[in-house]
């Protein structure tokens, strides 16, 4: 059984910082892209930013030059250092893998989700 688990959200104010971490584990071949999704209250979730097994890097255009997603192949951990926060990031951040069970076997998995809230 494959499980994430994230942690790092909370309240702060429109031009802080927070950092969320995510932590695969259980039993697994490989871990390949992992990621964050967010929800905002009356919003489709959308893809916040992802980061391959070779350190490539995706963002969505909205938290270009803020966000920064890192991994740390080693912990089987994701990380998202989230910079110069706004009112509109403000939602439900869902850590996301790509995750190869066995030899024949890949899948995604999310985690519980954590909230994050940028007051103005």
């Known amino acids: 059984q494959v499980q994430l688990d994230e942690s790092g959200g909370g309240l702060v104010q429109a031009g802080g910082s927070l950092r969320l971490s995510c932590a695969a584990s259980?039993?697994?071949?490989?871990?390949?892209?992992m990621g964050w999704d967010r929800q905002a209250p009356g919003k489709q979730r959308e893809l916040v930013a992802s980061?391959?097994?070779?350190?490539?890097?995706n963002y969505a255009d909205s938290v270009k030059g803020r966000f920064t997603i890192s991994r740390d192949s080693a912990k089987n951990t994701v990380y998202l250092q989230m910079n110069s926060l706004k009112p509109e990031d403000t939602a439900v951040y869902y850590c996301?893998?790509?995750?190869?069970?066995?030899?024949?076997?890949?899948?995604?998995?999310w985690g519980q989700g954590t909230q994050v809230t940028v007051s103005s």
């Open positions: 996301a893998a790509d995750i190869k069970t066995s030899s024949w076997y890949t899948s995604d998995y």
């Open positions: 259980g039993t697994f071949f490989s871990i390949n892209a």
């Open positions: 980061i391959t097994s070779g350190g490539i890097t």
